[in-house]
């Protein structure tokens, strides 16, 4: 896809804030007391699958099964830090940033109030329990979700924590700053977009570190909202159908985060439930790695691409491996 060009109303590249070098540094130091650097490897048979050089930034090695968490733990202690007498917080999710705030939450003893849709990973759901937090299922999706945390913030007295939010990114980006600083430079690294910290968290990192390495967004081609955006340069929500990636599945932007991705994206590339669930047998099958549908897509967005990246040095980031026991299990017998 041809990048379109900047559009009225929508940020370029030297009107988006992201964390500088520093900010992301200092964040490490709040991460890495509780999560240590994830490593990055180069797998031979997925190299010789894709026919190039793939480095798979791994991080489903997380305390929670995903990237979400070193947000977590930056945000909460910053809330800490600024409100001793924090009375609670309350987000909406689909998993992974639910667990992120939950684990958080739990070590620092701070009241945490998690709303998913109905329908939401089981496995997912049971972990955020385990963790201590307060679980409450509303809504048919995330977006439903996400308005009866803002409404019930209200009502409780509770902080409100949006899926992108400045603490959030600089967290994240910690994961972004080791796989750029640690892997061989990379020509492309190919990032999902749920909400969308992941991707700004990757710009960041990338102009920190002042690399050329291209960023390639990915988006399911069942819940293209991002995609549309980012090709029409303003909002456009769409339904989301995907059974699979449920981590890309929300149904409208984020402001800011679609900013970034306007500033930032090489490209957006759609995948299809079918192609992410290929990816997640090539994980298996090539690491023995359990990837979930989110984390997968990077995977199959190369693999769509791979004549393409042929003699490039590419970098992929399998963002969690949370997956419900028996969807994983219809995956690998599917395939």
């Known amino acids: 896809m041809t990048k379109p060009m ?46 190039t050089e793939v480095w798979v930034k791994h991080e489903n090695h997380t305390p929670t099964g995903a990237f979400k968490v070193r947000g977590g733990l930056v945000l909460l ?15 909406a999710t689909k998993g992974n940033h639910g667990q992120s705030i939950a684990y958080a939450a739990h070590r620092l003893s701070i009241p945490a109030v998690i709303v998913v849709p109905r329908g939401n990973s089981v496995e997912k759901s049971k972990a955020m329990r385990a963790m201590g937090a307060e679980l409450i299922e509303h809504g048919e999706d995330f977006q439903a979700a996400l308005e009866f945390a803002t ?53 960041a990192a990338r102009r920190a570190l002042n690399l ?60 299809t439930d079918d192609e992410v669930a290929d990816a997640m047998r090539c994980y298996f099958t090539d690491t023995h790695n359990v990837a979930e549908g989110a984390g997968a897509a990077p995977l199959a967005a190369l693999i769509k691409e791979k004549d393409a990246m042929a003699g490039k040095r590419v970098g992929v980031v399998l963002t969690g491996g949370n997956v419900d026991k028996g969807l994983f299990a219809g995956v690998l017998v599917t395939g």
């Open 151 to 203: 409404s019930l913030s209200q009502e409780r007295g509770l902080i409100l924590i949006p899926p992108t939010q400045p603490c959030l990114i600089r967290g994240v980006a910690t994961y972004s700053l080791e796989f750029l600083s640690n892997a061989p430079e990379l020509d492309t690294v190919y990032v999902p977009i749920g909400m969308g910290s992941g991707f700004c968290a990757m710009s």
């Open 212 to 271: 050329k390495t291209k960023i390639v967004g990915v988006v399911s081609e069942h819940a293209p909202t991002y995609a549309l955006s980012y090709e029409q340069g303003k909002p456009v929500p769409n339904p989301v159908s995907t059974k699979l990636a449920d981590g890309l599945a929300c149904r409208q932007v984020d402001p800011f985060a679609l900013s970034v991705v306007m500033a930032n994206a090489e490209r957006i590339v759609r995948v």
């Open 6 to 51: 900047p559009r009225a109303g929508v940020a370029t590249d030297a009107t988006v804030e992201l964390p500088t070098l520093d900010d992301i540094r200092e964040a490490a130091k709040r991460v890495y007391q509780a999560v240590p650097p994830t490593p990055q490897y180069a797998w031979p048979l997925l190299c010789e699958r894709v026919g």
């Open 77 to 91: 202690d910053q809330l800490k830090r600024e409100q001793p007498g924090l009375p609670g917080v309350i987000t």
